[in-house]
């Protein structure tokens, strides 16, 4: 009965994974396959930028969780007062989670595209943005702060970072609303008649009952914005240079324009490394939520 499923899972999951691992110890030569061992990693250690793209990885993860969870907690703020039309606002709230990536990149790339984007006009008035205004599509990294690491960003790595959270935003608010609603009014009407204002009823009350939503939705957008590509490759396709290639972009060039496959491969596996460590993480907290109710 259950064949066909685990054929498809064989299929579609399994082989994939087992070939991956066996592309990231071969190299593709002339003669035909060749094995190299860990000499692929090597290599991929060796890229300078791969170096980069794991800094500009770290910087997107950062502002994309930070903002998305920040937005997301206070609009489920506002939701959770039961205003009128409360519906029809998730609703639209839900809009930007069924788009697709690659849509939702087009569209925010065509916002600043210089001459007749809509954004364009205001990023390139120098009385805005002095001296000379700014074009988020070209415009390159200012002087790092630390070194090689890149920070401050590009602003095309910012606006990436404002349209990666924009798309991201519905599921992280309902997701919090929901918890949100759990805690019990009695709870706060108690901590009110006992003088809390709001930001004390948000601080020592909603954010530690909260505390294991968000620390799952934590782990959630790390984990869609480690493997998300779509975004990249629609607005700003990297560039501008490699100001925004992430460590999933690198991993699409490495296969798909340089053909480096053992080295994709590779890339690959490390990003699985984390992306398991970050489900780990996340089964362990729920575990950990479960037997505290």
């Known amino acids: 009965m259950i064949l066909p499923t685990v054929v498809v899972i064989l299929a579609i999951q399994v082989y994939p994974a087992f070939y991956t691992v066996w592309l990231s110890l071969h190299q593709r030569e002339p003669k035909g396959w060749e094995y190299v061992g860990l000499d692929n990693f090597s290599r991929l250690f060796r890229m300078g930028i791969f170096g980069e793209s794991v800094g500009h990885t770290i910087v997107f993860l950062i502002g994309y969780t930070t903002l998305t969870l920040v937005l997301g907690f206070i609009i489920a703020l506002l939701l959770n007062r039961k205003l009128k039309l409360s519906g029809l606002y998730i609703t639209v709230l839900f809009v930007p989670w069924v788009i697709a990536d690659i849509i939702v990149g ?61 798309r991201a935003l519905p599921f992280t608010t309902l997701l919090l609303l929901a918890a949100m609603q759990t805690v019990s009014n009695e709870i706060i009407e108690s901590s009110r008649m006992d003088g809390a204002n709001g930001w004390q009823v948000v601080r020592h009350i ?61 890339l690959a596996l490390l990003i699985a490394v984390v992306n398991w460590a970050l489900i780990l993480a996340t089964l362990r907290i729920t575990r950990v939520e479960e037997r505290n109710q």
Not at 119 to 147: E, Y
Not at 226 to 242: A, I, Q
């Open 106 to 166: 087009i569209v925010f790339r065509l916002l600043v595209v210089p001459d007749y984007g809509l954004l364009s006009g205001i990023l390139q008035n120098p009385a805005i943005f002095p001296p000379n205004g700014v074009s988020v599509l070209t415009a390159t990294r200012p002087p790092s702060w630390f070194g090689g690491f890149p920070f401050p960003p590009a602003p095309a790595m910012i606006y990436l970072i404002m349209a990666s959270a924009w």
């Open 206 to 266: 909603l954010i530690p009952l909260m505390l294991p939503t968000l620390v799952v939705a934590l782990f959630s957008l790390t984990l869609g914005g480690m493997n998300g590509v779509g975004m990249v490759f629609s607005l700003t396709g990297g560039g501008p240079g490699t100001s925004t290639e992430v460590l999933s972009y690198l991993l699409y060039v490495l296969g798909w324009s340089q053909l480096e496959f053992g080295r994709a491969a590779a």
